[in-house]
T-cell receptor, first 112, second 113 residues
Framework: ELKVEQNPLFLSMQEGKNYTIYCNYSTTSDRLYWYRQDPGKSLESLFVLLSNGAVKQEGRLMASLDTKARLSTLHITAAVHDLSATYFCAGRDTNSGYALNFGKGTSLLVTP | NAGVTQTPKFRVLKTGQSMTLLCAQDMNHEYMYWYRQDPGMGLRLIHYSVGEGTTAKGEVPDGYNVSRLKKQNFLLGLESAAPSQTSVYFC????????????FGSGTRLTVV
């Protein structure tokens, strides 16, 4: 069974600072996903990483994938308040109908 | 194109009552999933379906039943609600295993008192 672990679970950072969220997964997953969730809302897709070494960037967020280390990272550059949200990584479980297995999420608060 | 629609959006049940949550998608997706989200737990898979007429158990299936009689609808039933089933429920769908996109519904907030 695919297990996904994120750290940290809570992150408070100042505007303008950089930080990285880590996502480890236990077995092979052919794809790795990052989502954002605002309070009371559904999940918003941020990135889909398909292969080893994949790197994707959107604004102040950059995601990367190392399949050999079973590690994905979400790097935040020069954080702004609008990035405050909960971020989830998820791997695809081929043994459960290709369902996404989620980490517990990282609750990010960006303060002035 | 509505995507994935969940009904109802909110519901309060008394312990022991039953209800059905409906997930409807208009994208001709084969795969459908029910998740529950609890604080600090991420999203956990309850049941899933890989096509019309098929269902299977996920990580936390106890207390829930599902049906997928029509391709576009995936129903989640609670036969005898318990306070432990207080949660936010999300439905998701995907076109096929080769497709990498998942579409999520807006969620159903269920409180069991």
């Amino acid at each position: 069974e695919l297990k996904v672990e994120q750290n940290p679970l809570f992150l408070s950072m100042q505007e303008g600072k950089n930080y990285t969220i880590y996502c480890n997964y236990s077995t092979t997953s052919d794809r790795l996903y990052w989502y954002r969730q605002d309070p009371g809302k559904s999940l918003e897709s941020l990135f889909v990483l398909l292969s080893n070494g994949a790197v994707k960037q959107e604004g102040r967020l950059m995601a990367s994938l190392d399949t050999k280390a079973r590690l994905s990272t979400l790097h935040i550059t020069a954080a702004v308040h609008d990035l405050s949200a909960t971020y989830f990584c998820a791997g695809r479980d081929t043994n459960s109908g290709y369902a996404l297995n989620f980490g517990k999420g990282t609750s990010l608060l960006v303060t002035p | 194109n509505a995507g994935v629609t969940q009904t109802p959006k909110f519901r309060v049940l008394k312990t022991g009552q039953s209800m059905t949550l409906l997930c409807a998608q208009d994208m001709n997706h084969e795969y459908m999933y029910w998740y529950r989200q609890d604080p600090g737990m991420g999203l956990r898979l309850i049941h899933y379906s890989v096509g019309e007429g098929t269902t299977a158990k996920g990580e936390v299936p106890d207390g829930y039943n599902v049906s997928r009689l029509k391709k576009q609808n995936f129903l989640l039933g609670l036969e005898s609600a318990a306070p432990s089933q207080t949660s936010v429920y999300f439905c998701a769908s995907s076109y096929s295993r080769a497709n990498y996109g998942y579409t999520f519904g807006s969620g159903t907030r269920l409180t069991v008192v």
